[in-house]
């Protein structure tokens, strides 16, 4: 079936202009103009646009008052495209993709920028770019719809490139609108838990103390936000540490451990959420972190500085609705192991996963004598990796049961160490170890999710929340299997949550409900009161949606434990 859908691309030619002309040229006369958004409101709605950058574009766009339904992220796609072909590393620019699809030589990518809390309203990217032409922006678009159609599922990579770019467009909007922040009451938090300040700019009041606290347990001067200084300390008291981690001191004989635990919980919101962080990241009652779709090998979202994805749950406090509005707070419920299911075609496990009630539990009665605790254990080990102990008897027992689905972790992970390309189902692809060349050819050696293969732990050192993830290049060959073990999984489920997205984002198109915030299995949409049981239906509504686009008609099923509250920390 062809799509219709009219397609206009828009470039700027950096010299002030704004071009834009149809894909096909069947569908109108080119434009010229001094302002995009002239262009946005003279083609039909519904129209998908085709850009470089959504992020250099569509702030432009937003901040004069013009939206977009659907658009293709050139950068964005030509990432994907080049790590499902194996050439992780090569520069992903507009300017690049055209350089290779004429020969000419390929320019370094722009240098990542910086977080500046203090121009969240720029209305452009302020990296150096090389200016696309039009016609070249229309000529790469055309390669990259070649290039889908050549790898092993054509219709999963566009969705994949579709639903990537959407994301792009929800990030733009959720970055103008802002999360509500109530700078009073995270005042008052930070005066509470910490005590005042004192003048000159010193710790405040409550650290002060707890620190002199430590020190007297040592008899002597110690500094407990320098690691090392604390080390030595215990060292000095007859006490080998490695590192200063709780689960390292906590068990520990020492009158310095209470208040040393107590000092490093409130110096981690002091640092990362105190009062320098307010008068950075907080303006006009909203909290603006960039957020960036796919800054991780998995896919997952991060920001780029704020912090906005480990927001401690006392500091949730200030994050309140404005007067009148609802904070409608949505949880996918054990998201990651449904995913399996999905994507395993295991027939039992889509028959638990087909449950709305909790899936541990349903699992527990499947072979695990209706222990939960085990049964959960047992699910997470198959998807981390973690097979030793009895780790390894509660997934023996889970591979009697649901013996597909740990198949397709199992051979993800053998993937890995063998050093092959390894895709989520929509395609998404995790690189190859260092030193092991420009990997398989698309849609050749790797494990792909056509052929059958196959929460709760530590998130992979590569998910960091702030800036643009490093590539991956652990040569452990058991490290790596199993990562890849986990990526399958975790990868699909990121891959799923882009759908959730943009569906919702139709879902809510004519209501004043905005998106303003997301993390992993977590939407927070904020909305007049009597949008809120609104809101909440077309939540649920599309997870179902997405489930069914991403992995067509299977049981599984994908709900959602949802609070609709004035402040987010009521909702957990």
């Given at each position: 079936?062809?799509?219709?859908?009219?397609r206009?691309?828009?470039?700027?030619?950096?010299?002030?202009?704004w071009?834009?002309?149809?894909?096909?040229?069947?569908?109108?006369?080119?434009?010229?103009v001094?302002?995009p958004?002239?262009?946005?409101?003279?083609?039909?709605p519904?129209?998908?646009?085709?850009?470089?950058?959504?992020?250099?574009?569509?702030?432009?766009?937003?901040?004069?008052?013009?939206?977009?339904?659907?658009?293709?992220?050139?950068?964005?796609?030509?990432?994907?495209?080049?790590?499902?072909?194996?050439?992780?590393?090569?520069?992903?620019?507009a300017?690049?993709a055209?350089?290779?699809?004429?020969?000419?030589?390929?320019?370094?990518?722009?240098?990542?920028?910086?977080?500046?809390?203090?121009?969240?309203?720029?209305?452009?990217?302020?990296?150096?770019?090389?200016?696309?032409?039009?016609?070249?922006?229309?000529?790469?678009?055309?390669?990259?719809?070649?290039?889908?159609?050549?790898?092993?599922?054509?219709?999963?990579?566009?969705?994949?490139?579709?639903?990537?770019?959407?994301?792009?467009?929800?990030?733009?909007?959720m970055?103008?609108?802002?999360?509500?922040?109530?700078?009073?009451?995270?005042?008052?938090?930070?005066?509470?838990?910490?005590?005042?300040?004192?003048?000159?700019?010193?710790?405040?009041?409550?650290?002060?103390?707890?620190a002199?606290r430590?020190?007297?347990?040592?008899?002597?001067?110690?500094r407990?936000?320098?690691?090392?200084?604390?080390?030595?300390?215990?060292?000095?008291?007859?006490?080998?540490?490695?590192?200063?981690?709780?689960?390292?001191?906590?068990?520990?004989?020492?009158?310095?451990?209470?208040?040393?635990?107590?000092?490093?919980?409130?110096?981690?919101?002091?640092?990362?959420?105190?009062?320098?962080?307010?008068?950075?990241?907080?303006?006009?009652?909203?909290?603006?972190p960039e957020?960036?779709?796919?800054?991780?090998?998995?896919?997952?979202?991060?920001t780029?500085?704020?912090g906005?994805?480990?927001?401690?749950?006392?500091?949730?406090?200030?994050?309140?609705?404005?007067?009148?509005?609802?904070?409608?707070?949505?949880?996918?419920?054990?998201?990651?192991?449904r995913?399996?299911?999905a994507?395993?075609?295991?027939?039992?496990?889509?028959?638990?996963?087909?449950?709305?009630?909790?899936?541990?539990?349903?699992?527990?009665?499947?072979g695990?004598?209706?222990?939960?605790?085990?049964?959960?254990?047992?699910?997470?080990?198959?998807?981390?990796?973690?097979?030793?102990?009895?780790?390894?008897?509660?997934?023996?027992?889970?591979?009697?049961?649901?013996?597909?689905?740990?198949?397709?972790?199992?051979?993800?992970?053998k993937?890995?160490?063998?050093?092959?390309l390894?895709?989520?189902?929509?395609?998404?692809?995790?690189?190859?170890?260092a030193?092991?060349?420009?990997?398989?050819?698309?849609?050749?050696?790797?494990?792909?999710?056509?052929?059958?293969?196959?929460?709760?732990?530590?998130?992979?050192?590569?998910?960091?929340?702030?800036g643009?993830?490093?590539?991956?290049?652990?040569?452990?060959?058991?490290?790596?299997?199993?990562?890849?073990r986990?990526?399958?999984?975790?990868?699909?489920?990121?891959?799923?949550?882009?759908?959730?997205?943009?569906?919702?984002?139709?879902?809510?198109?004519?209501?004043?409900?905005?998106?303003?915030?997301?993390?992993?299995d977590?939407?927070?949409?904020?909305?007049?009161?009597?949008?809120?049981?609104?809101?909440?239906?077309?939540?649920?509504?599309?997870?179902?949606?997405?489930?069914?686009?991403?992995?067509?008609?299977?049981?599984v099923r994908?709900?959602?434990?949802?609070?609709?509250?004035?402040?987010?920390?009521?909702?957990?």
């Open positions: 079936m062809s799509d219709r859908t009219p206009w691309a828009l470039a700027e030619d950096g010299d002030g202009w071009h834009a002309a149809p894909v096909d040229p069947a569908d109108g006369a080119r434009m010229r001094r302002d958004a002239e262009a946005i409101r003279a083609t039909p519904g129209t998908r646009w085709v850009w470089r950058s959504t992020a250099a574009v569509y702030p432009r766009l937003l901040a004069a008052g013009a939206t977009v339904e659907r658009c293709h992220d050139i950068e964005a796609a030509e990432l994907l495209l080049l790590a499902h072909e194996g050439r992780f590393g090569e520069p992903r620019s300017a690049a055209w350089a290779r699809l004429t020969g000419a030589p390929v320019p370094p990518d722009p240098p990542q920028r910086a977080a500046d809390p203090r121009a969240q309203d720029s209305l452009f990217d302020p990296r150096p770019t090389t200016p696309v032409p039009l016609d070249a922006l229309i000529a790469v678009h055309a390669d990259q719809a070649k290039r889908q159609g050549a790898t092993a599922h054509p219709d999963r990579m566009r969705l994949l490139v579709a639903a990537e770019s959407a994301a792009f467009l929800v990030a733009a909007e970055n103008r609108a802002g999360l509500p922040w109530r700078a009073d009451v995270h005042r008052a938090l930070l005066t509470e838990l910490l005590g005042e300040r004192y003048a000159g700019g010193g710790e405040p009041r409550r650290l002060a103390e707890l002199d430590v020190s007297a347990a040592f008899g002597r001067r110690v407990p936000d320098l690691p090392a200084d604390v080390v030595k300390a215990f060292a000095g008291a007859g006490i080998k540490l490695k590192s200063t981690r709780r689960w390292e001191i906590q068990e520990l004989d020492h009158p310095a451990v209470e208040p040393l635990i107590e000092y490093k919980k409130l110096y981690r919101i002091y640092t990362a959420h105190g009062w320098a962080w307010l008068a950075d990241w907080v303006r006009d009652g909203r909290f603006r957020f960036i779709p796919g800054g991780t090998l998995t896919g997952r979202w991060v780029n500085g704020g906005a994805l480990q927001i401690p749950k006392v500091i949730r406090r200030a994050v309140v609705a404005d007067p009148g509005w609802r904070l409608v707070v949505a949880d996918a419920d054990q998201m990651e192991p995913v399996l299911a994507i395993s075609r295991d027939p039992a496990f889509m028959e638990v996963a087909g449950e709305a009630s909790d899936l541990y539990t349903a699992v527990s009665r499947q695990f004598s209706g222990d939960r605790d085990k049964a959960k254990l047992a699910v997470l080990g198959a998807v981390y990796g973690q097979t030793s102990g009895d780790g390894l008897k509660n997934l023996a027992a889970l591979r009697r049961r649901f013996p597909r689905a740990v198949a397709y972790v199992d051979d993800a992970a993937a890995g160490e063998e050093g092959r390894v895709r989520t189902w929509l395609g998404r692809t995790c690189p190859p170890p030193g092991s060349g420009e990997g398989d050819e698309a849609g050749d050696g790797g494990v792909d999710p056509g052929e059958g293969y196959g929460e709760g732990g530590a998130v992979p050192p590569q998910d960091r929340e702030d643009w993830t490093p590539s991956y290049a652990s040569t452990n060959t058991r490290a790596r299997g199993r990562f890849t986990n990526f399958v999984v975790q990868g699909s489920a990121a891959d799923w949550a882009l759908l959730l997205l943009a569906a919702l984002r139709q879902a809510t198109a004519g209501m004043r409900a905005e998106l303003v915030f997301f993390q992993h977590e939407v927070i949409v904020h909305c007049p009161a009597e949008e809120a049981e609104a809101v909440v239906a077309a939540i649920r509504a599309a997870g179902e949606r997405a489930g069914r686009i991403a992995f067509g008609d299977t049981p994908f709900p959602f434990t949802t609070a609709v509250v004035e402040c987010y920390a009521d909702a957990k």
